[in-house]
């Protein structure tokens, strides 16, 4: 039997050993809203298509951060259940009906509980989730829901299960949004700077996911000149 | 005779390009023989990646155990004194760390760094470990790893400057005549391991080691080797520094 000539290490793909990444969960709970008819809702599509391009092009980010996406418009709807940011493939939103964001909230929790258990179940680590909450106005639903919303992100912040961040348009009742803000102040959206929020999330994403577990991250800065937000107004 | 081929290389990681770091892994590997005895010492260290200096502490660490190995060769011939010597190593390569901090004004934490240290005699080894990285040794035919550092797949890790040494290092004898040994940092552990059943991945260590072995000219090992940790393939896979050595041992005219 004659032996392959010697040409250095050369391992097969297959040979590799294959583990999985740790995760870095992100939800985005969209309002789809009639009010979002329009400029809003396009510019928001649109910024959706960019964030993918951006966060697929870093191969770590691709493979680490994962991504569910909530809209509330009408009805509450699981536009995307989680996948990582590399299957991540954004519908295209459209408008329709009232504001049912505590019901979007409560549910996007109960998401991202059964994701980490599956996580849990597979040996594979993750970072804390980010939730964010993207509204041009306020809930509609009941009340009671709203508190029952707001009481499940006070205890998941205390346990620090995730963080949620509220983000609204110049329209959005920014009083309704400090009232389910916990550790993260609600920002403002410059105009309808979607392109540039989502490229924001991108470069955070990336970031964190080759920081290490449990380690504080400095993210770019959302304000200022270059950010995408400003403070309510 | 009774001996070792070794292939030994580090590589840049891709994000420390990216963000202009150096590397900050550092390793050695020598073969001594003491008349009596030959022994195949390791030293591998990885520099903490938050702290400036690690790559200096990384190369004090390891060049201070390494001379502390050499210095006792004379004490490696029983276990438990071999033990003493690799638990002592690591007191050294520590004291280097903060005298090279007094000296170039450097808080100590700037030079964090793990350190691995292995002293492999004929029929026992003692693998020393603070931190992440890890070693793979064969026993009895099959491939494992000695010790296995759960922060590993966290890439979150123990430095022998973040606490004492007492509570952070992990020394283990294994009773047993080594005849392959593999040694890496946190950077390859993707690549190499399997984080499930905390063990060697043995396709790719067959493959590494009937490399080494096959190779004509064992003097182009160390090259070969870091063409492959370097290569687009690796890269895909971890973007950290990256240090491997491979260990085989060669027992020619035994008859």
């Given at each position: 039997?004659?032996?392959?000539?010697?040409?250095?290490?050369?391992?097969?793909?297959?040979?590799?050993?294959?583990?999985?990444?740790?995760?870095?969960?992100?939800?985005?709970?969209?309002?789809?809203?009639?009010?979002?008819?329009?400029?809003p809702?396009?510019?928001?599509?649109?910024?959706?298509?960019?964030?993918?391009?951006?966060?697929?092009?870093?191969?770590?980010?691709?493979?680490?951060?994962?991504?569910?996406?909530?809209?509330?418009?009408?009805?509450?709807?699981?536009?995307?259940?989680?996948?990582?940011?590399?299957?991540?493939?954004?519908?295209?939103?459209?408008?329709?009906?009232?504001?049912?964001?505590?019901?979007?909230?409560?549910?996007?929790?109960?998401?991202?509980?059964?994701?980490?258990?599956?996580?849990?179940?597979?040996?594979?680590?993750?970072?804390?989730?980010?939730?964010?909450?993207?509204?041009?106005?306020?809930?509609?639903?009941?009340?009671?829901?709203?508190?029952?919303?707001?009481?499940a992100?006070?205890?998941?912040?205390?346990?620090k299960?995730?963080?949620?961040?509220?983000?609204?348009?110049?329209?959005?009742?920014?009083?309704?949004?400090?009232?389910?803000?916990?550790?993260?102040?609600?920002?403002?959206?410059?105009?309808?700077?979607?392109?540039?929020?989502?490229?924001?999330?991108?470069?955070?994403?990336?970031r964190?996911?080759?920081?290490?577990?449990?380690?504080?991250?400095?993210?770019?800065?959302?304000?200022?000149?270059?950010?995408?937000?400003?403070?309510?107004? | 005779?009774?001996?070792?081929?070794?292939?030994?290389?580090?590589?840049?990681?891709?994000?420390?390009?990216?963000?202009?770091?150096?590397?900050?892994?550092?390793?050695?590997?020598?073969?001594?023989?003491?008349?009596?005895?030959?022994?195949?010492?390791?030293?591998?260290?990885?520099?903490?990646?938050?702290?400036?200096?690690?790559?200096?502490?990384?190369?004090?660490?390891?060049?201070?155990?390494?001379?502390?190995?050499?210095?006792?060769?004379?004490?490696?011939?029983?276990?438990?004194?071999?033990?003493e010597?690799?638990?002592e190593?690591?007191?050294?390569?520590?004291?280097?760390?903060?005298?090279?901090?007094?000296?170039?004004a450097?808080?100590?934490?700037?030079?964090?760094?793990?350190?691995?240290?292995?002293?492999?005699?004929?029929?026992?080894?003692?693998?020393?470990?603070?931190g992440?990285?890890?070693?793979?040794?064969?026993?009895?035919?099959?491939?494992n790893?000695?010790y296995?550092?759960?922060?590993?797949?966290?890439?979150?890790?123990?430095?022998?400057?973040?606490?004492?040494?007492?509570?952070?290092?992990?020394?283990?004898?294994?009773?047993?005549?080594?005849m392959?040994?593999?040694?890496?940092?946190?950077?390859?552990?993707?690549?190499?391991?399997?984080?499930?059943t905390?063990?060697?991945?043995v396709?790719?260590?067959?493959?590494?080691?009937s490399?080494?072995?096959?190779?004509?000219d064992?003097?182009?090992?160390?090259?070969?080797?870091?063409?492959?940790?370097?290569?687009?393939?690796?890269?895909?896979?971890?973007?950290?520094?990256?240090?491997?050595?491979?260990?085989?041992?060669?027992?020619?005219?035994?008859?």
């Open positions: 039997m004659t032996q392959a000539p010697y040409q250095g290490f050369n391992v097969p793909e297959q040979e590799f050993a294959d583990n999985p990444d740790p995760r870095c969960p992100c939800i985005l709970l969209v309002d789809t809203s009639s009010s979002m008819a329009g400029e809702i396009d510019q928001l599509n649109a910024g959706l298509q960019s964030y993918r391009q951006q966060i697929t092009a870093n191969l770590l980010a691709a493979r680490r951060v994962e991504i569910a996406l909530f809209t509330f418009g009408g009805s509450v709807q699981l536009e995307q259940q989680f996948v990582t940011a590399r299957a991540f493939n954004p519908p295209t939103l459209s408008t329709n009906g009232n504001t049912p964001m505590s019901e979007a909230v409560i549910r996007s929790i109960k998401h991202l509980e059964d994701r980490k258990a599956e996580y849990r179940a597979n040996g594979i680590a993750f970072y804390r989730p980010w939730i964010f909450l993207i509204t041009d106005g306020e809930p509609t639903d009941p009340p009671e829901q709203w508190k029952l919303a707001c009481d992100v006070r205890l998941g912040e205390e346990q299960k995730f963080v949620l961040f509220p983000v609204g348009t110049s329209t959005a009742n920014f009083a309704k949004l400090g009232e389910i803000a916990q550790s993260v102040k609600p920002l403002q959206l410059k105009g309808l700077a979607f392109g540039e929020f989502f490229r924001w999330l991108s470069n955070s994403q990336s964190v996911s080759q920081s290490q577990i449990g380690s504080q991250v400095q993210l770019p800065p959302a304000t200022g000149n270059d950010g995408w937000a400003v403070a309510p107004t | 005779m009774n001996t070792w081929r070794i292939a030994q290389a580090r590589s840049l990681g891709t994000s420390h390009i990216a963000d202009n770091i150096p590397c900050q892994d550092y390793h050695l590997a020598d073969c001594i023989d003491d008349g009596a005895a030959t022994y195949l010492l390791i030293a591998v260290a990885d520099g903490a990646g938050s702290a400036a200096r690690s790559g200096d502490g990384a190369k004090k660490a390891c060049d201070a155990a390494m001379l502390h190995l050499k210095e006792h060769a004379a004490e490696l011939a029983a276990p438990a004194n071999a033990r010597v690799v638990t190593a690591f007191s050294a390569a520590l004291r280097a760390i903060i005298e090279f901090g007094e000296c170039e450097i808080e100590i934490r700037q030079l964090a760094s793990t350190l691995l240290v292995a002293v492999v005699a004929s029929d026992f080894t003692v693998f020393g470990q603070v992440d990285g890890a070693f793979v040794c064969d026993v009895d035919d099959k491939l790893v000695p296995w550092p759960d922060q590993i797949a966290l890439n979150l890790t123990d430095f022998i400057t973040s606490a004492p040494l007492e509570q952070i290092l992990h020394v283990q004898v294994v009773p047993r005549k080594i392959r040994l593999a040694c890496m940092t946190d950077g390859l552990a993707p690549l190499l391991l399997d984080f499930r905390k063990s060697p991945h396709p790719i260590f067959e493959r590494l080691f490399t080494c072995q096959a190779a004509p064992p003097s182009d090992l160390d090259e070969d080797l870091e063409v492959f940790i370097s290569s687009a393939a690796v890269n895909e896979r971890t973007d950290d520094d990256k240090t491997l050595i491979l260990a085989i041992r060669q027992e020619q005219g035994l008859a």
